[in-house]
């Protein structure tokens, strides 16, 4: 009798084992999404004339589109190039006043690991800095699009630029940055 108990409690023991087992890599799947380790989202979008579509305007009925007016261009405020943090990071983000008044942070030539929750954020501290977190009044612009190529982010109305030393790539779910760039000045 203790025999055929004692396979029964080990029969227990091992299913429960096993169902702990599944609910665990289950949770571990989910959690981590390894297979993002290899699979690649490229995006390329265009830089924008402006931040709305309703904000680009036809010629008037006095304004000719044949008129010689000077065209307005988006024009570059800061640049910097990516450095590695937690994830191989390369290319350039740039901030941009659009030709309506909006801006935009423009990742050109980006390079990094697909993530599970990675957002885009600018930080009121040098990239160096956001290894550590993202300091007081970073402001998220979005899920990052793709881990490859070109793509912009609208920059709220309001934001002061001038406040904001780096654009990062962040892992919210696990509170680490993929990498970032300082923002200086555009030239020219």
């Known amino acids: 009798m203790s025999q055929s108990r004692s396979v029964r409690l080990s029969r227990r023991t091992v299913l429960t084992v096993l169902v702990v087992s599944v609910v665990a890599a289950g949770l571990g799947l989910t959690l981590f999404q390894p297979w993002k380790a ?4 490229e995006v390329n979008e265009a830089l924008p004339a402006s931040s709305s579509p309703s904000a680009q305007t036809q010629p008037s009925m006095r304004e000719s589109a044949m008129s010689p007016r ?3 261009r988006p024009k570059d405020l800061a640049e910097g190039r990516f450095v590695t943090h937690e994830h191989a990071t390369s290319g350039i983000a740039r901030t941009v006043r659009l030709t309506d008044g909006g801006h935009v942070l423009r990742l050109e030539d980006l390079r990094t690991s697909d ?4 957002r885009v954020y600018l930080s009121t501290r040098g990239a160096d800095a956001v290894k550590t977190g993202l300091g007081d009044g ?3 612009l979005g899920k990052l699009k793709g881990n490859l ?3 912009n982010y609208t920059v709220p109305a309001g934001t002061d630029l001038s406040e904001f030393r780096s654009a990062v790539l962040w892992c919210k779910r696990f509170s680490v940055s993929f990498g970032a760039a300082d923002l200086s000045l555009a030239t020219g």
């Not at 290899?38 to 989202?41: E, I, V």
């Not at 993530?115 to 990675?118: A, E, F, L, T």
């Open 38 to 41: 290899f699979t690649d989202r």
């Open 70 to 72: 000077p065209a307005a």
């Open 115 to 118: 993530g599970p929750d990675v």
């Open 138 to 140: 970073a402001v998220e």
């Open 149 to 151: 190529g070109n793509q």
